[in-house]
């Protein structure tokens, strides 16, 4: 999926500090307009009171009206029973009542919620940033434009700290719900992902070290926060945007991805690199005999690699392809000749030429591997295109990542190895040789 179809961001590449806050605030009204089950969970949350809360909703043929806005002016706020002075931040909110700020003016409110005569108030930070004060002082403007005192109404106001990772604990269990019952919804998916990208720590994830048993869900919501730090660390590589895989781009021209799987049985985590994967990667690699180093130093430790082979053949999109291991050749099909005078485009008329290459150098049924007959010979396509390309693997163990992941505020160790693996493969994973 493209990054721009993220319903929440903007085409503007800077990190934008106040915009990002309006952002987020806008993002989080938009998902509890849109996701009835999230706004749901979001205003128990905040009430508290379920005697309260009942009331406003037991009746099945009351006129409840509910209102969500952003940047409303305290002047403009009328006619409540009740307000909830809500903090959403990195920080806890502290000492309400203590708070000394008292100015009087027109403050602009981030987000403000009415459900009949009840009144919620929700600042909003992008950060650590304690806005209590700033809170204190809305409501006392809200109360001021309505002639009442903050200090004669204190039974009227209740102040909630919904910190930023108490809100996400509560998206992503709704969204796992959601989820679970196919009633996935775009919006709050999209939210989740933005505040991830904002700061991995609200989510509710837990440090590898401390997974008891193996949970691939877990551990891959871990590593794609480390891939998330290292691409935010790293302007030329950006994390890939696909629903159905997790990886980044890669820099050198002779392969387009790193994929990054972890293994359902063992926890292990699987990095996968496809070189050669088309005709124009592989002229980055057969410009001599293609050698691959047999071992990658990753974090100052030694991780083989596992080497198989994938012949790909492609029209405007995927035809079919196959898997070879070493032991599926007669002798070396993937030589700098070869490459040159065979992959690429092949018309009709040629296709027996590729028949009886593969046939000379492959040991092992190639042609029901792919459906050679169906999907090629009995086709009414008129020509193909060919590619020679390599699967390459490195398994990073469970137990070494248990012991980089212990704490869930600090993802820099498991950002650390994903880097290290990445400028291995950038670096170490394809042995220079001189061109013959």
């Known amino acids: 999926m493209n990054k721009h179809l993220n319903i929440f961001k903007t085409y503007a ?31 128990k949350s905040i009430i508290g009171d379920s005697d309260l809360y009942n009331k406003l909703f037991e009746d099945l043929d009351s006129d409840t009206e509910v209102q969500i806005e952003i940047q409303k002016k305290t002047s403009q706020i009328k006619d409540f029973d009740k307000v909830f002075a809500v903090s959403l931040s990195e920080s806890v909110m502290s000492g309400f009542w203590q708070q000394k700020h008292n100015s009087k003016y027109d403050p602009i409110c981030d987000l403000v919620i009415t459900i009949n005569n009840i009144l919620i108030v929700i600042e909003a930070k992008r950060d650590n940033i304690n806005c209590t004060s700033q809170l204190y002082n809305q409501i006392l403007n ?77 551990i891959s919501r871990r590593i794609e926060s480390a891939i998330i730090r290292f691409c935010d660390n790293n302007e030329s590589i950006a994390k890939l945007t696909y629903r159905d895989r997790l990886g980044t781009t890669f820099t050198k021209e002779w392969a387009n991805e790193v994929l990054f799987n972890v293994d359902e049985e ?129 398994r990073i163990p469970f137990e070494r990542l248990s012991q980089l992941d212990v704490n869930h505020d600090d993802i820099t160790p498991l950002a650390d190895l994903i880097e290290s693996i990445y400028k291995a493969f950038e670096t170490s994973l394809l042995m220079e040789e001189a061109t013959t």
């Open 13 to 43: 590449k800077d990190n934008r500090s106040y915009q990002l806050e309006n952002d987020l605030t806008r993002a989080l009204a938009i998902c509890l307009q849109e996701d009835a089950l999230f706004f749901h969970e979001v205003l």
């Open 142 to 218: 809200i109360l001021s434009h309505q002639n009442k005192g903050l200090d004669d109404n204190r039974e009227i106001v209740a102040p909630v700290d919904l910190n930023w990772r108490k809100l996400m604990a509560i998206a992503v269990k709704v969204a796992s719900f959601e989820k679970t019952t196919s009633n996935t919804n775009r919006f709050l998916n999209d939210f989740i992902q933005l505040v991830k990208e904002h700061n991995f720590s609200w989510l509710p994830e837990t440090p590898i070290g401390s997974i008891k048993n193996i949970n691939a869900k877990s």
């Open 266 to 394: 063992t926890g292990d985590l699987v990095v996968e690199i496809y070189p050669g994967n088309t005709k124009g990667q592989g002229y980055h690699i057969f410009q001599s005999e293609p050698r691959f180093n047999l071992q990658l130093t990753i974090n100052d430790e030694g991780y083989a690699i596992d080497k198989s082979y994938h012949i790909k053949l492609m029209g405007q999109s995927y035809i079919t392809g196959f898997w070879l291991s070493e032991s599926d050749f007669k002798k070396n099909l993937y030589t700098k000749r070869n490459f040159h005078k065979y992959t690429g485009r092949v018309k009709r008329e040629s296709w027996g030429e590729i028949e009886a290459l593969l046939d000379e150098h492959i040991s092992c049924d190639w042609k029901s591997k792919c459906k050679w007959q169906g999907k090629v010979l009995n086709s009414n396509r008129t020509l193909f295109n060919i590619s020679f390309g390599y699967y390459i693997t490195v």
